[in-house]
Every structure is written in C-alpha cells, then in structure tokens.
C-alpha cells in the first residue's frame, strides 16, 4: 500500500503509450464511459479513459480500495473530490500524458505541451496581469511560448487547488514570474496563500503544482514516461 503523510505532496506522471497496456480500463464508472463515448476524437477519448483508470488505480492503493469502487462528487465550484475520504487530488492531462497530484490537504496541477500549437498572444491577453504582459513583451520572441507556459501552469494549478477553476480570471492573480529554476513560490487566492512550484519533466513539457500546505515536501513517481 502507498502512503502519503501529512506534510507530502505526491506528484504522479505517466504517459499513456507507456502504461497504458498494464491500466485496466474496467475500473470505470458507467458515466466515465458515458463521458468518454461523448467526447469527439478518439485520441481525446483514450486519453480521458486512460487518466480516469489511472486516477483510480492509484488512488486505491493509497486508500488500499476497490479502484471500481471509489465514488466521486463534485464541489459547487466544480472541483472533484472524493466522497467521503481525507485525500485530496488533482489530475491533467496534455498529449498523451497525464499529472496526478495527491495531498492531505487542497492541491493542484496542470500540465501543458510545448508541442501543440499555441496562440501565444491570444493566451497571453487572457491570462497575465499587467506587470506580467510586461515581462512577457521584453521576453524574446522564441522564448516566450516556453515563459508564458510556466506563468499558465502555475496559475491553472493554483485556480484547481483553490476550487475556482477557469470561472475566476487569472489575470488577477499575480504571480512570482518569471520562477526561479526549482523556486518554491507564494501566491494569494482567496482568504489562503498557497505555495506553488514547477515541475520538472523535459525540455518539451511544462507542468506546475499549487498546495495548501506551503511547507509540503513533493515527491515524484512514475508509471510510464
């Protein structure tokens, strides 16, 4: 059985053309593979039936459950949660890849590829506070995607910890940015200053985790990548 202590991060990655055989897929509830059969392309679709087993697999052996069994609710916000267990998590998915973050308390992350087509400056409009478009316009052209991708992934993961997702702007948040290499930020949301961090995954990733718990340590494992 896994464990994860108060005061630890667990940060979860995995590829699905690398794990994706050793997942088995029945673990689904009858509206994951609702959902699923909804979405438009089959790449989309393999990639949500992969992270969601996944996301159960795991979390069964922390919680040393059935996967099959664990139950989901949804905050009003919208944020996921487990019914009725004292673990929290946050999950993306990029590419064919997927993050998982797990926690005592309230956590999130997101992953993002340097590799799929971008409007950067369209992005950029949407998501970054005046000091932060200033940084982002004396950023070299060639430079900016990997830049503006860090200052998304923190922002994104901390909206997901906080619950508010994408219904809060995140040109009000201001971030610490650009980060430090392996810099262990604060950022206010709501009534709570969160610790946020990167991720390191390779040159053609950019991934970030936001935690409640400012001074948790994070730890990395791999199912596939």
């Not at 990655?13 to 994951?32: F, I, M, P, T, V």
């Not at 609702?34 to 089959?42: C, D, F, H, S």
């Not at 946020?196 to 970030?208: C, E, F, H, N, S």
Request: hydrophobic letters at 45%; aromatic letters at 8%; charged letters at 30%.
């Amino acid at each position: 059985m896994a464990r994860l202590m108060r005061g630890e991060v667990h940060v979860w990655r995995a590829r699905a053309e690398e794990a994706g055989s050793y997942l088995k897929r029945d673990c689904l509830s009858l509206s994951e593979h609702e959902r699923a059969a909804r979405l438009r392309y089959g790449a989309h679709r393999e990639l949500f039936v992969f992270a969601r087993a996944m996301l159960r697999i795991v979390l069964g052996e922390y919680l040393s459950a059935d996967p099959a069994r664990l139950v989901f609710d949804v905050e009003p916000g919208g944020k996921p949660v487990l019914f009725g267990r004292d673990l929290e998590f946050s999950v993306s998915h990029a590419s064919g890849a997927v993050l998982l973050a797990l926690a005592r308390k309230r956590v999130g992350c997101d992953l993002e590829s340097l590799g799929r087509k971008l409007d950067i400056d369209a992005l950029a409009a949407a998501s970054l506070g005046e000091r932060e478009r200033d940084v982002f316009a004396r950023t070299p052209r060639r430079a900016q995607a990997r830049l503006l991708l860090q200052c998304w992934t923190r922002k994104e993961a901390l909206l997901k910890a906080h619950g508010a997702g994408l219904r809060r702007d995140p040109r009000e948040l201001e971030m610490p940015w650009p980060a430090r290499r392996a810099a262990r930020d604060e950022c206010a949301c709501g009534d709570v200053r969160w610790a946020v961090a990167d991720i390191a995954l390779g040159t053609g990733w950019r991934a970030a985790v936001a935690m409640e718990e400012r001074g948790a340590d994070v730890h990395g494992f791999c199912l596939g990548w």
